[in-house]
Each structure stands twice: as structure tokens, then as C-alpha cells.
């Protein structure tokens, strides 16, 4: 699972952002398994805390389902209910 998790995607139909390598979501592993020490892939940071870019993205991910179950209570749609 880890192999396929770290291939190479085709660019074709994606749409990316910038690379955060303080991002929580990055796997960590030992100088040996890069290419090159240092490594501009290698993750920044303590691996716990989230990073500023990830902060700003969960942000603008609730601010996106606030306004989406607004607008469903005012058409009188069933909201979604977590």
C-alpha cells in the first residue's frame, strides 16, 4: 500500500497546491530513503501539529459546509446532520 501511496500521479485532471512539507499528512521516514540529504521532500516540522497551510485549508473547508448547511435550512433542505 505504502509503494502505490508514493507513485507518481498523471497531472492529467488534477488540480494541486503548493507542497507543504510541515503538513501532518506527510509520511516520515529516515535520511536513507531519500535521494539526496537534504531533502526538499523530506517533512518539516514536529508531525503534530498542523501546519499553517493545512490550518488554512480546514478552515475554508468548514467556512464551505457553514455556508452550504445555511443555505440548505433556507430552502428547506435536510441539512447535513453529523
Known amino acids: ?3 502505490h501511496n508514493l507513485r507518481r500521479l498523471s497531472s492529467v485532471g488534477l488540480t494541486t497546491g503548493n507542497f507543504d ?4 499528512m506527510l509520511y516520515r521516514f529516515p535520511e536513507l530513503f531519500y535521494r539526496s540529504n537534504p531533502s526538499s521532500c523530506a517533512p518539516i516540522g514536529n ?3 498542523l501546519s499553517e497551510g493545512t490550518a488554512k485549508v480546514f478552515s475554508t473547508f468548514i467556512l464551505v459546509i457553514q455556508v452550504w448547511h445555511k443555505r440548505s435550512e433556507q430552502n428547506g433542505s435536510t441539512p447535513l446532520k453529523c
Not at 21 to 24: F, G, H, L, T, V
Open 47 to 49: 508531525g503534530q501539529d
Open 1 to 3: 500500500m505504502v509503494d
Open 21 to 24: 512539507r510541515a503538513s501532518i
